[in-house]
Nanobody, 123 residues
Framework: VQLAESGGGLVQAGGTLRLTCTGSGDLINTYTMAWFRRVPGKEREFVASISWRGGDEDYGDSVKGRFTISRDNAENKVYLQMNTLKPEDTAEYFC?????????????????WGQGTQVTVSS
């Protein structure tokens, strides 16, 4: 499966963005899907994951209560709704997929990755 992220951009603190991950080449309805983010010089950070059928969402502590992951298997898309954005949310955001149901928070377990989309939150 190929993954393509979209929806990144520049937003003021307190604002909202919705990222979209679009799958191609295969249906994503059997994949665990996740979002990660990376800031240059820092380790990749888990943001959120969702099971193949939806539900079983998991969130990183820094985004819990502000971000929501969802999926539309009919559209072959996964979304990340980001509310109450903070400057520390500035990062490149990546969509990831894996057929394993136990991929969870561990980036190394994901087999497929998108190219990333930049999110910049100004203070």
């Amino acid at each position: 499966v190929q993954l393509a992220e979209s929806g990144g951009g520049l937003v003021q603190a307190g604002g909202t963005l919705r990222l979209t991950c679009t799958g191609s080449g295969d249906l994503i309805n059997t994949y665990t899907m996740a979002w990660f983010r990376r800031v240059p010089g820092k380790e990749r950070e888990f943001v959120a994951s969702i099971s193949w059928r939806g539900g079983d969402e998991d969130y990183g502590d820094s985004v819990k209560g502000r971000f929501t992951i969802s999926r539309d298997n009919a559209e072959n898309k996964v979304y990340l709704q980001m509310n109450t954005l903070k400057p520390e949310d500035t990062a490149e955001y990546f969509c990831a997929a894996d057929l394993s149901s136990s991929a969870g928070r561990w980036g190394a377990r994901y087999s497929y990755w998108g190219q990333g989309t930049q999110v910049t939150v100004s203070s």
